[in-house]
C-alpha cells in the first residue's frame, strides 16, 4: 500500500510537471506571432499621465495565457461539462474585453458579459453546492438569493481586482503564476487531491502565466491587456469556489487568502476614491503599487517585493493548512498583517517623496 501510494504521488507530481511546463512553452511561443499581430494592427498602450510606463507597448499579449490554457486545458485536463463552463466565462470575458483593449467599451457592457460568465459556471457546479461552500467557510446561514448573490459578487470583484492590479511589468503574470502553485499545493496537502481536475487547472493557470513572464518582465515586450488580466481574475476565483466545493468548504479561507495582496489593495483604493468623492470606475494611479513606483521605485523592485511577499503568504497557508485548528485564525491574520504592513510602508514612501 504504501509503495502504490508513492507511486500514485510520483504520477500525480508528473502530471503537474507536466501540465506546467507544457502550458508555460505554449504560451511562451505563442507570444511571438501575438505580438507581432497585435503591432501590425496597431495594438498599441501609448503612455499617458495615468501610465506607469514611459515607452509605447503592444497590448493585449495575454492572449498567448488563454491560448496556452485553452491548449492545454482540453488535452490534459477531465473536467467535463464544468472544464466546458470554466473555459466558456473565460472565453466570453476575454471577448469583451479585447474588444475593450482595441477601443473603451461601456462599462455595463463588461459587467454584463463578466456577471455572465460568473452565472454560467456557478450554474454548471451547482448552485446548492458553490453556495453551501460559501456558507460553511463563513460559518453563516444565508438565504439562497442572499448566498447567490454573495457568490456572483466574490467572482466579479475578483475579475475586476486582478484587472485593476495590472498595472506594471511582471505583476498580475507574476501573481497567477505563483497563486496557481499556492492553490494547487494548498488543496493537496489539506485534502490529498493532487491530481483532480481544479488542481490540474492550478497548474495549468501557473505555467501559462510563468511562460508570459519572459515577454513582460523585467522589460515589457507587450502588456498582458485586458483580454487576459480580466479572464484571469475570474478563472482564478472559479477555481477557487471549485476547490472548495470539491474538497471542503473550509478550504474556502485559505484559498481566498492567496488573493489578498489583490484584492486589499483593490478594496482599500476604491474605498478612498469613493470618500473622497471621485469616480471609483475611472482610470488612477492610486493602488500602492503605483505610489511606490510614483515614490521612484523601479517596476523591478515593486514587483520582486510584492512577489516575494506573495511567497511568504504561500509560505503562511501551507502552514494554515497543516496547523492545529486553533492555530489557523493567527495565521490567516498573518497573511493580512503582512499585506497591511506593505500598504503602510509604501503609503510612507510616497508621502515622503511628496514632500520632498
Known sequence: MVSRGRAAQKLNGFSAMWLFLSAALVSWLAGFPVRRLLVRWNIIDQPNARSSHSEPVARGGGLGILLALGVVASAAVPGGPLLAAWL???????VISFLDDLRPQPAWQRFGCQLTGAVLFAAVAGWPSVVLSFQAAGGVQLPAAAGMALVLFCLVGHTNAFNFMDGINGLAAGQAAIT???????????????????????????????GFLPHNFPRARMFMGDVS???????????AVWLASVHGPWLLLPLALLHANFLLD??????????????????????FYQRLIRAGKSHVFVTGVELALQLAALGLMVC?????????PWLAAAVVALWLGFFGWAETLFRRAQQQ
Do not use: F, N, Q
Request: aromatic share 4%; net charge positive.
Open 320 to 328: 494554515y493548512v497543516l496547523a492545529a485548528p486553533e492555530a489557523r
Open 180 to 210: 496557481g502553485v499556492g492553490m494547487a499545493v494548498v488543496t493537496g496537502l489539506a485534502a490529498e487531491a493532487w491530481a483532480s481536475p481544479p488542481v490540474l487547472l492550478c497548474w495549468a493557470v501557473a505555467g501559462a502565466s510563468a
Open 229 to 239: 488580466s480580466a479572464p484571469l481574475g475570474l478563472m482564478l476565483a472559479a477555481l
Open 266 to 287: 483593490t478594496a482599500i483604493t476604491l474605498a478612498r476614491r469613493v470618500a473622497r468623492g471621485e469616480r471609483w470606475s475611472e482610470a488612477h494611479r492610486e493602488h
Open 88 to 94: 466558456g466565462a473565460g472565453l466570453g470575458v476575454a
